[in-house]
Structures are given as C-alpha cells and as structure tokens.
C-alpha cells in the first residue's frame, strides 16, 4: 500500500564548499530559526559523492530543502523526503525544457496524498496534476528523462481554503519506485542516479545537529562525522517498501519497553509517531495527560477512523526515550547475505527536541504522539513512524544495498568538518 508523506524537512544549500575527496563532494550546514512563509534563495553544488548544505530550521515547522533546475526552471527549491518517491513542483512554477517528453501518455494524471504535513506531524494534503519527462540537475549531477509532476490543484483537508500546506516549490522524492503515485511508477531522482552510476555508491546519509548546522551526504558514509563505528541494521521491507527497519525502544533507562518494535523512518516527519496503544500506555505509565482525536476513514481499514493521539509533559522533565539498535532480535537472527552489527546500542532523543508547543504552567505538547494510521495492525502492531527527532544529533546511512546504519554524530550541536 502507497504510504506518502510529506517533507516537512528541508535543505537550503548555499554555495560554500570545503574540501573533498576525489568523487566526493562536501558542503557545511547549518540551521536558523525563520518565518516558514519566507524562502532563502541559494544554491548547491554536487558532484559524484554529494552533500546537501546550509541547513535552515524554521521555527513553526521544520524545513529543509536543495536547489534544482527542473526543465527550464531554475533554482527550484525541492523538499527533500525520505518518505515518498516522486518529483513534484508547484503550481505555475515547472517550465518544460526543449528535452521535455510525454511521460506515458499526453497529459497523464497523477493523484498523491501526503500526511504529516503540520507541526504535529499530522494533517493530509491532496495533490493532482500531469507527469511530464524532463532533465532535472542539481550541481554537476543532471538526471535525463526524470519524470516531473507538475502540480495543478493542492487540497488541504485540515485547512479547507489553504492552498498548500507548506513552504517551498516542491517536493523530490527518495524512496523506490514501488510508492511512487505515477502511473506506470516512476523511479525516484535518487534512484535514477543509482542506476545509471552518477553516484559512488547506493546510499545517503543524513547528519543534522541540534543547533543549526548539519551536512547530508550522497554517495559514501562521511565516518569522519561520527563517533566510532556505524551501528548497522537490516532493512524490513516486506510489508513496507520504505527505509524500514527494527529496533528495541524502552523510556527512563527500561522503566518500559518495548522489544523488536518495526521503525519507520522518515524525515519528512517532524515528530515520533508511536501505535496507539504504545502511547496510551507511555503516557499513562508516567501520569501524564493526552487526548485522542478521531479523523476520517482509515487507510489501512476503511471501515474504522483514524485515530491520533496528543500527549502532554512537564516541560522541565522529558522522559528519556531511546532507540537501542539494531534489535536483539535482528542479532540474534540475522539475515542472510547482509552484514549487521553484533551488539546492540542506544540512541537517545535530545531532550531538547520534546518540546513540540509550551503551553504555560510546565505543560509542553510532546513530540511523541501516537496513531492507528502508521501499520495495519492485523500485519504489525508495532511500526513506529520516526521523523526529524531521531535524526537531530545521530548521523543515519540509508544504504539501498539492504541495511541502516547509525552513529552519534561526533559534534552532535554543530556539525563540523567535511564530509
């Protein structure tokens, strides 16, 4: 089943380079704090080993984004999502190139729902449009025949009368072409370099610090970011076909946990997205109050509603949540053909990351929510859908070749050094 979501992630790139290794290419990051209905106008550079630069934080929504040329359009500011496949660019903004092609047909439609696309990480927004083929580059890295929605109308169900539900002039995709919304499905930007070799190697990493600068890196593992070694997992995609994997989750050093719970992750997602009854028992367990919403059909099974669930805490003492990864089971069996790590290790989400709205008097919404809309229970009962509080601090390899890796980032406030 298609599981889209919105980028609420994004990657402004401006063009200060550091040094690189041959077929590699590196950028300093960075993050500010900004109006999300202001832009920054910048660009990126990239060669055979990429990084993404310049990293900017927008305080009611985190954004980041990259600069591309897209037909004729140039400086085209993408949200990069590890949650979905297709390249996508607003309304009025996409000007065919003279390599522009039909993509399938004349004037084939696509029709795309993102969720997530507010500061809770929740809300959906609906997409319709045409598909084109075009050259789409970005630095000296240019994909020909790239397919490109060019989008025509944006609902926001949550926001009758808003036309879109976020900044920037479009959204690129990083995942298989086995979610993408086209028809026949397309190949995401990221693949499409894979397969014909632009890149080192099949994989990209992520590496954001707390505190306004970060780097990511496109084709190698930047080891000169992290502390130690890479922590390596398998990758779980036989019941979703996106950067899946398991880990053991446990709050205040084991007071609860949670064995072999299926992670979803998603940068495209602003906060922790845990199954419902996990986080109805998480807040019960520490007292804390939550409130559950109910919204429409559910994807997964029509005949009962969505269901999201709110928690609160005191802001001057968030729980300890941690990822220890991989999971003793994945140790204990691991797979076939793919080299894991042999022991198991935490990662903690900053405390300073909780806090998603401080409502007065010691209150603050948490980060952690909880929904009935992430898995089919039927299927699994414990996938967790894991957004931007994982990434803040750790550095996180998405490897095609079948594994995810993380580290604590050696400079875990401000990223440093080249990648």
């Known amino acids: 089943m298609a599981r889209m979501r919105s980028l609420l992630v994004l990657l402004s790139a401006l063009s200060t380079l550091v040094a690189s290794e041959a077929g590699s290419h590196t950028l300093a990051l960075h993050r500010r704090e900004a109006d999300p209905t202001l832009l920054d106008s910048s660009r990126l550079a990239r060669r055979q080993s990429e990084s993404f630069s310049n990293i900017q934080k927008r305080q009611s929504i985190l954004l980041w984004f990259a600069n591309f040329t897209v037909g004729d359009s140039k400086d085209l500011e993408l949200l990069l999502d590890t949650g979905s496949t297709d390249l996508l660019v607003d309304p009025g903004l996409y000007k065919k190139s003279d390599k522009a092609s039909v993509y399938h047909k004349k004037n084939a439609m696509f029709n795309i729902t993102y969720e997530g696309v507010n500061k809770q990480g929740t809300g959906f927004e609906n ?72 890149i080192s190697k099949c994989r990209f990493g992520f590496a954001f610090g707390t505190n306004e600068k970060g780097v990511s890196v496109i084709g190698k593992v930047a080891t000169n970011l992290f502390k130690g070694t890479l922590q390596t997992g398998p990758l779980h995609q036989s ?138 229970p039927a299927d699994d009962a414990n996938a967790w859908l894991v957004g931007q509080p994982l990434y803040q601090g750790h550095y996180i390899d998405h490897n095609v070749e079948g594994t995810v890796g993380m580290a604590d980032l050696l400079h875990p406030a401000d990223v440093e050094g080249s990648a």
């Open 239 to 376: 019941l979703y076909p996106l950067w899946t994997t398991a880990a053991d989750v446990s709050l205040d050093h084991e007071l609860l946990s949670f064995p072999n719970q299926t992670i979803i992750l998603d940068s495209g997602t602003t906060n922790i997205q845990a199954p419902l009854h996990i986080a109805g028992k998480i807040f019960k367990t520490f007292g804390y109050n939550y409130t559950i919403a109910t919204g429409g059909p559910n994807p997964f099974n029509p005949a009962t509603n969505i269901k999201f669930l709110t928690g609160y805490y005191p802001c001057d003492n968030p729980p300890t949540l941690s990822f220890s990864y991989p999971s003793q089971a994945d140790i204990d069996n691991p797979p076939a053909g793919v080299a894991i790590s042999k022991t198991s290790r935490k990662f903690n989400i900053f405390k300073s990351t909780w806090p998603v709205a401080v409502n007065g008097d010691n209150n603050c919404t948490a980060v952690l929510a909880g929904t009935n809309a992430d898995a089919d």
């Open 127 to 198: 997409i319709l449009g045409t598909v084109n083929r075009d050259v789409v580059t970005q630095g000296s890295l240019t994909v020909p025949n790239q397919p490109v929605g060019d989008i025509k109308t944006y609902t926001v169900e949550d926001a009758p009368g808003k036309k879109k539900a976020i900044a920037g002039d479009g959204i690129i995709g990083f995942l298989s072409p086995l979610i993408s919304s086209f028809m026949p499905a397309a190949n995401s930007w990221f693949y499409n370099l894979c397969d014909q070799k632009l």
